[in-house]
C-alpha cells in the first residue's frame, strides 16, 4: 500500500492506493500540532500502518516556523565588514509607495551576527586569509556563550571557493559540538550575498525544527507497527527519504502546491497529457504552474515573508483568488474581487458561520453552480438567503440583479486568474493555447472552463478526485534533488570544455549523495546553464541534454540562448553580442516507474437531476449528477454540475464532458 | 463610466496595468548598466493616443506623471495621424518635458486596423550619454557639459536603427556604447512587449471598448484623489526645507511650497524657492512634478490607487520660471533629484499641518550617487550606485533603518557583482550606521556607512549628495537625526568632501561614505521602555 498525507492550512488529505483501491480522506488539521492531524488522517482511512509499503508526508511545519518565527536560535556568521548584510539586504522596497514600509525581518537578530576575520575574492584567491586564532579568541567564545542551536556561515565569495567557510565550520563544530552548521556553499553555491545568506540562515533555522519534526514522526510511526519507506515532499517537486531532509530542510518549505503540480502531471500524463497549466483554487489564493513535456517548470528563486530562498523550486504564480475571496466595490467605483478572503473563519457568508460580505462561494451559491446540498467538505449547510443577502448591496450599488452582480464578480475573480496563468505563459514565451488546462483543488474544476475560454484553450482535463491531488502527487513524485553553483565563463572556445568539467563534478556530487541514500541505482539527470549577454544582471535558464552536456558547442549554446533571450525579451537573437555563461543547476533524479493510478470511484447515481442555474446573462436548466456516476465514454452536454466529495465540475453551455479509461474527465468545447 | 461594463472596466483595466508592469520588468531585466539593472532607474508605461499616461509600471517615483509630459511635446510636432509603422518618438530633452539628459523616452505608436489608439513608452536612466565625465559631471555650468540632447524627434526604425544613423551618431557619442545600445534595445523590446499586449486586447475586446476603458481609468483615478483630497481640511498651508548649497558656495538654497486646499482641488505654488542656481542642482518643471505627485500620492492615498495623467486633474503646480524648480534653459540639471527632495520634504512639512498623523518627520532623503570611473586598455568602466539611508519616524512607528530614498528605489548593488565586474576597486566594509537615527517616541531609521577600497591609481570618483551640513529636523519634538559625511582615508590622514565632490583616487585610498539618519516624531521621553531596551540590545544607539 502507498500513502500519501498532505498537511495544509485547513485540512489534512490523505490517498491511499492499493491495487485498484483507492481511499481517500479529509480531517480538519490541526495546526499546532501538524502529525496529529496526519495521524488522524491515517486514522480516518482506517489503515494498517504495518502494511504501508511507501509513505510519503509533506506539511507547512517549516513555512509557519518561518510565518511564525518560531525556528532555532541562530547566530550569523560572515566577512568582517559585512555584520549587517541580513538588515541592509538589497535596501529597496517591494511597494514603493508606503510610508510605514517595513523591510522584510529577518529571522535573526543583529547581537547574533559575528564577523570572521577574512576576505575571499571573485577569482577563489584569498585578499585576507582566515584568521583562525583571532576567530577561536574573538568569536568562538561568544558562541559559547550564547548557547546557539545553529550556527549559519556565509562569507563573501564562498561560491568560488568555501576553503575559508569549511574552515570556519570545522572550528565552530569542535568548539560547539551540539549545534546544527550550515555554510552557505553546501546549499547554493551561487553568487549574491545577500541572497545566499538569506538562504544559508533559513536553512539553518529550519534545520533542528525540521529535524526533530521527523524524529517524533518516526517515533510515532514505528510505535504503531510501520515498517516501510518514509519520505517527505520538497519544493522543487520531487521527495527525499526522512533521513535525506535532515540536511536539506529547507526544501520542505511550499512543498503543498508542489505535490498538486506533480499529481495532476502524473495523472493527465496517464492520458497521454503532458503540456499543462495546473490551476489549484482553493479558499484563499489559486496556484498556477506550466508543466512541459511532463515536466514543470522551475524557477531558480522564491521567498518566504519577503525573505528570499535561492533555491530551484517549481515556478509556481500565486495570485489572491479563491472560494473566499471577498466581492467589493472600491472608492472609486471599481468591481473588485480579493485579495481579502473570509478565510475558514467566519468563512462565505452562504456557511452561515457569522461572514457577512459577499464572496466567491456565494456568487456560486446565488447562480446556482454551488448547490444548497453541496458536500463542502464536511458536513456544512449551504445557507442560499445568507448568500443572497450578502450580495445584495453591492448589487444595488452597481444597479445589477443578484444574478448578474454574482456573475460579474465571477468574470473578475477569472480575470485575475487569467492574469495569472499569462504570467507563466505569455510573460515566458508560451502560447496558453498549446496547453491543455488541469483544474484541482477545491473550487479549480468550477472555474476552469471560463478560464480556459479567455486564453483560448480548448481542452480540460479534470483529475479524479481533483479536491485532494495533491496528497496522490506526495505518492506520485519521483526522488529529486538539485545542486546549483556560479562560475563564469565566458561563451568562446574553451566553453565547450569546462562546461563538461562542471557538468562532471556537479553529477559526481549528486551522485554521491544519491548512493549514500541508495537511491542512485536508476538515477537520471537534468542540467540547465544559467546564461546571460556579457553586461547584464540577469540570468536565463537555458535547459540542455544531460547526455550531451559533455559535448556541447559553442554554436549550439549561442543559438539556444539567442532563441531563449529573443523570445522572452523580444530582442537579442543573432546580435553577434558576447555571451557567458554563469551558473549552473544540476538536478539527480531518481524516478518512480511503478506510480499506482489515482481514480474517481462510484457515486449515487440517485443524486442524477436537474437543477437551475444563472450564466451569461440568462436562465439555464443544467443536469446535476455524481461524478463517479457518469460511466466511461459517455459524452455530457453542459450545463452540467458533476460533484464529488472533494470538487465540483463546473460543465458550461457549449462544453461537453466525457471520462476517459484514466477516469480523467476531459471537457472540450463544442 | 460611460455605461462601460463594470467586467470590462476591470478586466481591461488590469490587464493595461499588467502590461506596464511587465514591460517594466523586462525592461529591468534584460538591461545592462547597473543603473537600470540594479538601481532600476527605469520606468515603463501605456500612454493613450492624445499624450495621457493611463497605466504605468511601478519601479521609480520620480518618473511618476512624467511621461506625458514628454510625449507631448512630440505629438505636437509629430502628430499621431502622421506616425507609420517603425516610427518611434523620442526624448530627453529638460527643456521639453524632460528630466536630465540621461533619462531617454522612447515612444512607440500602437496601431490598430491602420489608426493609432495608444503608446507604449519607455524610459530609462542611461549610464553614461557623453558630457564632460564619465557618468557624472559635476563641474558642468550648462546643460550641454552634461550630454547629448535629443529634441523631440521621430526616427524610424528600420531605417535608423540597427547600423542606421540614429544609431551610429548615438554610439559615437558615448563612453561605453555596447552598454549605451544595449540599454536602447531594452527599452524598444519593452515597447514591443506592451504594443503587443495592447493590440492582444483590442483585438479581444474591441479597439473602442479598449480606449474607452482608457478614458474611464483616467476618470478613475481622478475620483479617488479627489475623494483623497475632499478629506483634508481647507486651508492654505506652508512648508519650507533647505539644500545645504549650490555646491559652489557655502549658503542654504531654500525651497517654499505653499499649499491651497479647497473642495476637491489642490494648488501646490513654489513661489518663494530660490533662483536657479550655477550648477546642476536645478529641477526642470517635470521632475518637480513628478516629486510633489510622488508625495501626494505617499500622503493621501497610499498604495492602492493607480497614479495617472487623471490623478493630475484636480491638483495645479507651479514654480517660478528661473527658479531652482523651473530653471531656464540651459541651465544644468544633472543632480534635480536633490531639489526634488527638498520639494518633496517642504511639501511633507505643509501636509503635516493638514494631516499631522500622516506624514514622516525628515529622513536622509538624498539622491546619495557615487561614481566611480576609470579609462583602463579595455576603455572605460563606469560604476554607480545609489545609497540608502534612514527614514523619518512617523506618529504611528518609527522610520526604516538603510533603504532606499522616497523617490527612488535603488537596490544596492551586491559586493559579489563589484568583486566579479570592477577590478579598481572593492567593496571593504557595508553596514548600518549606529547612532545616527534621531531619537523620538518613535525614532529614525538609523543611516548606513559603506567603505571603497581602491586597488588601482586614477580612479575618478564623483558623489553628488545633501543632508551634510543641515540635519534630517525632527518633527513633534523628535530629535534631528545625524548629517552625512564623506571623506577619504590617505596615507594616514582624512581628507573630507562636501556634499558635490569630485576627485581622482588611488590605489589603497579608502572611501568611506556615512548617510543620513532619519529624524524622530515626538518626544524621546514618550519612547517605551521596551523598544528602548530592543535598540540598546540590538546595538542601533551609541557606536554600536
Not at chain 1, 461572514?355 to 456544512?380: E, F, K, Q, S, Y
Not at chain 1, 505518492?475 to 553553483?485: E, G, L, N, Q
Not at chain 2, 493616443?49 to 509600471?57: D, K, L, M, S
Not at chain 2, 577619504?488 to 590622514?493: F, I, K
Request: contains cysteine; glycine residues 12%; aromatic residues 6%.
Amino acid at each position: 500500500m502507498r500513502v500519501g498525507v498532505e498537511v495544509g492550512g485547513t485540512f489534512t488529505d490523505l490517498v491511499a492506493i492499493d491495487g485498484g483501491t483507492v481511499r481517500v480522506a479529509k480531517v480538519p488539521s490541526v495546526p499546532r500540532r501538524p502529525d496529529e492531524g496526519a495521524f488522524q488522517a491515517l486514522q480516518a482511512g482506517k489503515l494498517d500502518l504495518g502494511a504501508i509499503k511507501d509513505l510519503v508526508h509533506g506539511s507547512t511545519v517549516g513555512t509557519n516556523a518561518v510565518l511564525e518565527r518560531k525556528g532555532a536560535r541562530v547566530a550569523f556568521l560572515t566577512t568582517a565588514g559585512f555584520r549587517d548584510l541580513l538588515f541592509l539586504q538589497r535596501h529597496d522596497r517591494r511597494n514603493i509607495y508606503d510610508l510605514a514600509y517595513r523591510k522584510p525581518t529577518p529571522v535573526v537578530r543583529r547581537r547574533d551576527c559575528y564577523e570572521v576575520p577574512e576576505r575571499m575574492l571573485a577569482d577563489g584567491t584569498a585578499e585576507r586569509p582566515f584568521d583562525a586564532a583571532a576567530f577561536e579568541r574573538d568569536v568562538i567564545p561568544r558562541l559559547k556563550a550564547a548557547g546557539y542551536e545553529a550556527v549559519s556561515v556565509c562569507l563573501l565569495n564562498a561560491y568560488a571557493n568555501p576553503a575559508h567557510e569549511e574552515a570556519v565550520r570545522d572550528l565552530v563544530r569542535r568548539h560547539l559540538p551540539g549545534a546544527s552548521i550550515t555554510i552557505s556553499s553546501d546549499v547554493t553555491r551561487e553568487f549574491r550575498e545577500y541572497e545566499r545568506a538569506s538562504t544559508t540562515t533559513l536553512a539553518a533555522y529550519l534545520q533542528p525544527v525540521i529535524a526533530g519534526y521527523l524524529a517524533r514522526f518516526e517515533d510515532t510511526l514505528g510505535r504503531h507497527g510501520f515498517k516501510g519507506r518514509f519520505s517527505v515532499m520538497q519544493s522543487n517537486g520531487g521527495r527525499l527519504p526522512a533521513e535525506g531532509m535532515r540536511r536539506n530542510a529547507i526544501t520542505s518549505l511550499f512543498s503543498g502546491p508542489a505535490a498538486g503540480v506533480m499529481g495532476a502531471a502524473r495523472q493527465a500524463g496517464l492520458s497521454g497529457y503532458a503540456n499543462l497549466i495546473t490551476f489549484d483554487m482553493g479558499g484563499t489564493s489559486t496556484d498556477v504552474c506550466l508543466v512541459e513535456n511532463g515536466r514543470p517548470s522551475l524557477a531558480a528563486e522564491t521567498d518566504i515573508d519577503g525573505l528570499p530562498v535561492r533555491l530551484p523550486v517549481l515556478d509556481i504564480v500565486t495570485v489572491g483568488a479563491g472560494g473566499g475571496s471577498i466581492i467589493w466595490c472600491d472608492e472609486g467605483g471599481m468591481l473588485r474581487v480579493g485579495p481579502e478572503s473570509a478565510g475558514a473563519d467566519p468563512g462565505p457568508a452562504c456557511y452561515g458561520r457569522g461572514g457577512r460580505r459577499p464572496t466567491i462561494t456565494d456568487a456560486h451559491v446565488a447562480r446556482g453552480t454551488i448547490r444548497p446540498d453541496a458536500l463542502l467538505g464536511g458536513n456544512l449547510r449551504i445557507d442560499a438567503a445568507a448568500a443572497a443577502s450578502a450580495l445584495a448591496p453591492i448589487a444595488e450599488a452597481f444597479g445589477l440583479s443578484p444574478e448578474d452582480m454574482a456573475d460579474s464578480a465571477l468574470r473578475v475573480a477569472e480575470a485575475n486568474i487569467v492574469r495569472a496563468i499569462q504570467l507563466v505563459t505569455t510573460e515566458r514565451a508560451r502560447d496558453p493555447r498549446d496547453f491543455v488546462l488541469v483544474p484541482f483543488g477545491g473550487a479549480g474544476p468550477l472555474h476552469a472552463a471560463k478560464v480556459a475560454a479567455d486564453l483560448g484553450v480548448g481542452t480540460i482535463v479534470v483529475p479524479p478526485n481533483a479536491g485532494v491531488i495533491s496528497a496522490y502527487g506526495l505518492i506520485a513524485s519521483d526522488f529529486v534533488h538539485y545542486d546549483t553553483m556560479t562560475r563564469r565563463i565566458a561563451l568562446d572556445d574553451g566553453a565547450p570544455a569546462a562546461v563538461a568539467e562542471v557538468f562532471r563534478a556537479m553529477r559526481d556530487g549528486a551522485r554521491a549523495r544519491f548512493e549514500a541514500l541508495g537511491l542512485a541505482r536508476s538515477a537520471c539527470y537534468t542540467f540547465a546553464l544559467q546564461m546571460r549577454f556579457v553586461g547584464q544582471a540577469f540570468e536565463l535558464p537555458v535547459e540542455v541534454d544531460a547526455e550531451r552536456a559533455e559535448r556541447l558547442t559553442v554554436a549550439e549554446l549561442a543559438e539556444l540562448f539567442g532563441k531563449v533571450h529573443e523570445s522572452i525579451f523580444f530582442h537579442g537573437a543573432g546580435t553577434g553580442r558576447p555571451i557567458e555563461i554563469v551558473a549552473y543547476r544540476l538536478g539527480i533524479v531518481a524516478p518512480q516507474t511503478d506510480v499506482p493510478a489515482l481514480t474517481e470511484g462510484g457515486g449515487d447515481a440517485g443524486r442524477t437531476g436537474d437543477f437551475a442555474l444563472y450564466d451569461n446573462r440568462e436562465r439555464q436548466t443544467g443536469r446535476l449528477m455524481a461524478r463517479g456516476a457518469l460511466a466511461h465514454g459517455v459524452a455530457l452536454a453542459g450545463p452540467a454540475l458533476l460533484e464529488d466529495p472533494t470538487a465540483t465540475v463546473y460543465v458550461p453551455r457549449g462544453w461537453t464532458a466525457r471520462h476517459d479509461s484514466h477516469d480523467n474527465l476531459v471537457m472540450t468545447r463544442g | 463610466m460611460r455605461n462601460l461594463d463594470p467586467v470590462d472596466v476591470a478586466v481591461v483595466g488590469q490587464s493595461l496595468t499588467a502590461a506596464a508592469r511587465e514591460m517594466g520588468a523586462k525592461l529591468v531585466r534584460s538591461a545592462y548598466s547597473t543603473v537600470v539593472r540594479e538601481a532600476r532607474d527605469a520606468s515603463a508605461a501605456i500612454v493613450d493616443a492624445r499624450g495621457n499616461t493611463v497605466a504605468q509600471a511601478e519601479l521609480i517615483p520620480i518618473q511618476l506623471g512624467s511621461i506625458g509630459e514628454t510625449l507631448r511635446p512630440c505629438l505636437a510636432r509629430f502628430p499621431a495621424e502622421t506616425l507609420e509603422d517603425g516610427d518611434i518618438l523620442v526624448n530627453n530633452d529638460p527643456y521639453q518635458g524632460g528630466q536630465h539628459l540621461q533619462d531617454v523616452f522612447i515612444f512607440s505608436p500602437i496601431f490598430v486596423e491602420g489608426r493609432v489608439i495608444a503608446f507604449a513608452a519607455s524610459v530609462a536612466h542611461h549610464l553614461d550619454l557623453g558630457g564632460g565625465a564619465a557618468g557624472l559631471n559635476n563641474s558642468a555650468s550648462d546643460l550641454y557639459q552634461e550630454g547629448i540632447v535629443i529634441p523631440p524627434s521621430r526616427f524610424n526604425l528600420p531605417r535608423d536603427w540597427n547600423g542606421g544613423p540614429f544609431e551610429r551618431f548615438l554610439a559615437a557619442n558615448v563612453r561605453v556604447p555596447a552598454q549605451t545600445i544595449g540599454d536602447f534595445n531594452a527599452q524598444l523590446a519593452a515597447n514591443r512587449v506592451g504594443a503587443a499586449r495592447v493590440a492582444e486586447l483590442a483585438r479581444r475586446h474591441g479597439a473602442a471598448t479598449v480606449t474607452a476603458v482608457m478614458d474611464a481609468m483616467l476618470d478613475y483615478a481622478e475620483r479617488r484623489v479627489r475623494a483623497a483630497i475632499a478629506a483634508l481640511p481647507d486651508g492654505r498651508y506652508e512648508g519650507e526645507d533647505w539644500l545645504d548649497d549650490d555646491g559652489v558656495g557655502e549658503e542654504p538654497v531654500r525651497v517654499h511650497v505653499a499649499i491651497t486646499k479647497a473642495g476637491e482641488t489642490l494648488d501646490i505654488d513654489y513661489a518663494g524657492t530660490a533662483p536657479q542656481v550655477a550648477r546642476n542642482i536645478n529641477a526642470p518643471f517635470a521632475s518637480t512634478v513628478s516629486a510633489t505627485l510622488s508625495c501626494l500620492k505617499l500622503v493621501l492615498t497610499g498604495p492602492d490607487v493607480p497614479f495617472n495623467e487623471g490623478a493630475k486633474r484636480p491638483i495645479t503646480i507651479r514654480a517660478p520660471l528661473g527658479s531652482l524648480l523651473n530653471p531656464r534653459h540651459p541651465a544644468p540639471v544633472r543632480a534635480r533629484m536633490e531639489p526634488c527632495y527638498r520639494a518633496f520634504g517642504a511639501l511633507m512639512q505643509a501636509l503635516g499641518k493638514a494631516a499631522p498623523e500622516r506624514v514622516m518627520a525628515a529622513g536622509y532623503d538624498t539622491t546619495t550617487a557615487i561614481a566611480l570611473s576609470r579609462l583602463g586598455p579595455a576603455g572605460w568602466q563606469v560604476h554607480l550606485d545609489i545609497h540608502g539611508g534612514g527614514w523619518g519616524a512617523r506618529a504611528d512607528g518609527d522610520g526604516e533603518d538603510g533603504i532606499a530614498g522616497p523617490l527612488g528605489n535603488c537596490a544596492n548593488t551586491p559586493a559579489e557583482v563589484v568583486d566579479a565586474e570592477y577590478g579598481y576597486f572593492r567593496i571593504a566594509e557595508y553596514g548600518l550606521r549606529p547612532g545616527s537615527a534621531g531619537a523620538g517616541c518613535h525614532r529614525g531609521g538609523t543611516g548606513l556607512r559603506r567603505v571603497f577600497q581602491m586597488t588601482e591609481d586614477n580612479v575618478g570618483f564623483a558623489l553628488y549628495a545633501d543632508r551634510f551640513k543641515l540635519a534630517p529636523r525632527g518633527l513633534a519634538g523628535g530629535v534631528d537625526g545625524w548629517p552625512a559625511r564623506c571623506f577619504v582615508e590617505r596615507d594616514g590622514t582624512t581628507i573630507p568632501f562636501r556634499s558635490k565632490a569630485a576627485m581622482t583616487l588611488r590605489r589603497g585610498d579608502r572611501l568611506v561614505l556615512e548617510t543620513a539618519g532619519g529624524a524622530g516624531h515626538g518626544p524621546a521621553t514618550a519612547r517605551s521602555n521596551e523598544a528602548i531596551f530592543h535598540d540598546v540590545e540590538e546595538g542601533l544607539v551609541g557606536d554600536g
